[in-house]
């Protein structure tokens, strides 16, 4: 057996007019990886799960589902997707709804396991109009996985979750995959992240800027941002360890740095009359983008 | 769940008798949505049998023609019939 991708992205694109959402995204999932999609708002993240699941069209390049185009039904009854957005029918009961969505698979899970999957016993009997936004979430997750999916597709799916329904959900998350499941899903958060993925793929501004391990990943947003006013040249502090950059606007100096406690002894240190010391941790869109705002390209 | 039980087997094949019941499923429960729905129930299963009611039965009373009461009465089945066609079975 070959391992072929369950989704590959070949250079797609997807343009709404003037704005390109998705510029030449290259990508693939591999059977068995929980693949964390971050980054800030905008960033293209919903773009390409749209395309990944056939709801739009590239632009240009080619999207492939099991190896078929995205919208084919054969590869549709392979995944499972809970998205943020969804108009599910008000009047049906939880039951009723798992029952229905169940039946489009072919070889789903019994009703009281996707229930007891999900931590939602308790909403089973209940209309889906009269649940609140959180347990919305808890009956579109367990709708989700209800086919016994190979691939599921969850958009910030703990958004709205409180703490235990949460954990709960990771918990379900990562014995879905221990049994053979694939997981993209996308999220804001490291933290949602580093607690469940293998794979971390950065998107800002349509690109992919990093891909890698949750270990990778955090390395680099770990980077600080150090601006003061010093004497010392920028070329000079360039070649202290751990200073990925150093550039010089106006008389404000600012650095990006791997481990700011170092350089800014060393900063203090080497030059008495520094000022306007100011050090702040980079930000996911931060780590990535820089003040001019450019992409940093992964490291 | 057995060993490997996400991991499906059926590369997105479906057994005709699976499908049959994908669609039967389907409009179980589209039924009962529109059955909970008082904008559909009351409109449409409800008006026709009491405008049948009024019109062929109650005022008609015994002096009536009996085509006119026919005519009346596949008038209100015809609307009855096309009703769920108006909320959109099955679209969504």
């Not at chain 1, 969850?154 to 959900?169: C, F, I, K, N």
């Not at chain 1, 070329?235 to 650095?255: D, F, P, Y």
């Not at chain 2, 499906?8 to 409009?27: I, N």
Request: charged share 20%.
């Amino acid at each position: 057996m070959h391992p072929a991708p369950l989704v590959e992205l070949e250079y797609a694109t997807k343009r709404f007019g003037a704005l390109e959402a998705l510029a030449g995204l290259d990508f693939r999932i591999s059977r068995g990886e929980l693949v964390a999609l971050l980054g800030p708002n905008g960033a293209g993240k919903l773009t390409a799960v749209a395309l990944m699941l056939g709801l739009q069209a590239p632009s240009s390049g080619s999207v492939r589902l099991f190896g078929e185009p995205p919208r084919s039904i054969a590869a549709r009854r392979r995944i499972g997707v809970m998205m943020q957005e969804v108009g599910l029918n008000p009047t049906l009961r939880t039951r009723e709804l798992l029952d229905l969505v169940s039946s489009y698979y072919p070889d789903p899970l019994p009703i009281s396991a996707s229930i007891a999957a999900a931590g939602i016993e308790a909403l089973a009997e209940r209309p889906y109009g009269k649940l609140s936004g959180g347990q919305k979430r808890q009956v579109q997750f367990a709708m989700a996985i209800c086919g016994r999916p190979e691939l599921i597709f969850l958009d910030e799916p703990t958004v709205g979750l409180d703490v235990s329904a949460r954990e709960r959900m990771w918990l379900t998350l990562r014995g879905l995959v221990r049994d053979g499941a694939s997981i993209v899903l996308t999220t804001h958060y490291l933290e949602e992240a580093e607690a469940l993925a293998s794979r971390v793929a950065v998107l800002v501004r349509g690109q992919l800027v990093a891909d890698g391990s949750v270990g990778e990943i955090r390395a680099l947003v770990s980077r600080k941002r150090i601006s003061c006013i010093s004497k010392i040249p920028a070329e000079e502090i360039r070649h202290w360890s751990g200073v990925e950059s150093a550039t010089l606007e106006g008389e404000q100096l600012s650095l990006v740095v791997t481990n700011a406690d170092a350089v800014v002894r060393r900063l203090v240190q080497s030059d008495e009359s520094l000022k306007d010391l100011e050090v702040r941790r980079a930000g996911l869109a931060e780590a990535f983008v820089d003040s001019h705002g450019s992409l940093h390209n992964g490291r | 769940m057995g060993a490997r039980a996400t991991n499906a087997v059926h590369s997105g094949t479906m057994p005709s008798t699976r499908l049959m019941r994908a669609y039967l499923m389907e409009a179980k429960y589209e039924s009962l949505r529109l059955l909970r729905t008082p904008g559909f129930v009351v409109p449409t299963l409800f008006f026709p049998l009491m405008f049948y009611s009024l019109f062929g039965i109650v005022l008609a009373g015994s002096r009536a023609d009996p085509h006119a009461a026919a005519a009346i009465f596949v008038n209100y089945c015809i609307f009855g019939s096309m009703a769920p066609g108006l909320f959109g079975f099955g679209i969504t």
